[in-house]
């Protein structure tokens, strides 16, 4: 248990929740008639879409839901490596580390991760139906997880939830050299400073792509993970005020009702994810209530990270049967698949021995 109540189950649930959205989401959002998400550009048009759909639900819906939200899966892992990165650093009182050591373990770290995964997706991609044409330049800058910095990342990234080693390095970057035991408030005004500068770019532009696929985008669910291991928010006393449980719940339900409300509007859109992190860390606190439920969701954390770089195989395998027509014989094929051959990925990631933190 850590100072501020968050258990380790608790934390693995909430990875898990993560996951369970993400790997869910970048199969629905590859389906044609399904509603698209806005993650990386604000498209008014995908709002509407989504609200028609739920004006006039039918047997879609909930693949809408997942296409359109899945994807905030992405701020909860930021905000979960952000707790991690304290918690380890901080908190433990670890010596101070070099900055070269310290990135050097960490890009270690992702790319035992990464290499797994791309090897076996660009065999599979090489034999199927429409494989992707890699650019020698595109394969090195995956190597080396600096492919966000690249122009049109979202055609050079490939498989596409790869972009997030990326963001990752960029973000241990960040924290090691500007936010490590810092004052509060280097970690607010930064996240401020990012996120109100989304407001100045076209909705619909390249560039605002550009800048959401680097760690300016993912700034703000960051700092909320910083400051919350740090027991630095404001709700953790107010909630030692209330009924744990009633408090959770009326945190949930409200951080659901403005992720809601915000998502159609633009300059909202751009604070849903500190919403979605306040209500994935209250309901994982409610499933705490229903241990059965709570257990589940920490297995599937268990498996989170090699869940991530495994489904795109598994989505480029069964895919084609969802778009021939069977979307939800589609569907679960490729959730049972992606489960089992992620236990496999766990199997293999623990035999590659890690890297060593050299202080």
């Known amino acids: 248990m850590t100072n501020n109540g968050f258990s380790r189950a608790e934390c693995n649930a909430l990875r898990g929740l993560a996951i369970i959205g993400i790997f869910l989401h970048n199969y629905c959002h590859w389906l044609g008639p399904i509603v698209k998400e806005n993650e990386y550009q ?3 048009l995908n709002v509407d879409r989504l609200v028609h759909a739920v004006q006039y639900p ?47 373990y960490h890009f270690l770290k992702l790319f035992k991760m990464m290499i797994v995964g791309f090897v076996a997706f660009t065999m599979l991609d090489a034999i199927t139906p429409s494989p992707h044409r890699y650019h020698p330049t595109d394969i090195i800058a995956q190597l080396l997880l600096v492919n966000n910095l690249l122009p049109n990342p979202s055609k050079i990234i490939w498989p596409g939830p790869y972009w997030f080693f990326g963001l990752m390095l960029q973000l241990y970057l960040v924290y090691r050299l500007l936010l490590f035991r810092r004052h509060w408030s280097w970690t607010v005004v930064l996240a401020a400073v990012f996120t109100i500068a989304q407001w100045f770019f076209s909705p619909e532009g390249s560039a605002l792509e550009r800048y959401r696929y680097n760690f300016m985008g993912g700034m703000l669910p960051f700092a909320l993970g910083i400051l919350y291991a740090r027991g630095e928010m ?28 915000l998502s159609g509007d633009f300059m909202g859109w751009s604070l849903v994810p500190a919403f979605v992190c306040t209500a994935g860390v209250s309901l994982v606190r409610l499933l705490a209530h229903w241990p059965m439920v709570l257990g589940w969701c920490e297995w599937m954390g268990s498996i989170s990270a090699a869940l991530f770089v495994c489904h795109p195989i598994t989505r480029k395998i069964f895919i084609p049967i969802s778009r021939e027509g069977d979307v939800w014989a589609g569907l679960l094929l490729y959730a049972v698949a992606s489960v089992c051959l992620a236990w496999l990925f766990r199997l293999l990631l623990n035999k590659i021995p890690n890297p060593t933190l050299r202080q």
């Open 234 to 261: 404001p709700v953790l006393r107010l909630r030692q005020r209330f009924n744990p449980f009633i408090f959770d719940l009326a945190t949930f339900l409200l951080s659901t009702l403005l992720i809601i409300l």
């Open 58 to 104: 039918d047997a879609s819906l909930l693949l809408h839901l997942l296409s359109f939200f899945g994807h905030y899966g992405v701020p909860l892992f930021l905000f979960l490596s952000a707790f991690g990165l304290v918690r380890k650093y901080e908190v433990n009182q670890r010596p101070n580390i070099p900055t070269a050591a310290f990135m050097s």
């Open 42 to 44: 604000y498209f008014q």
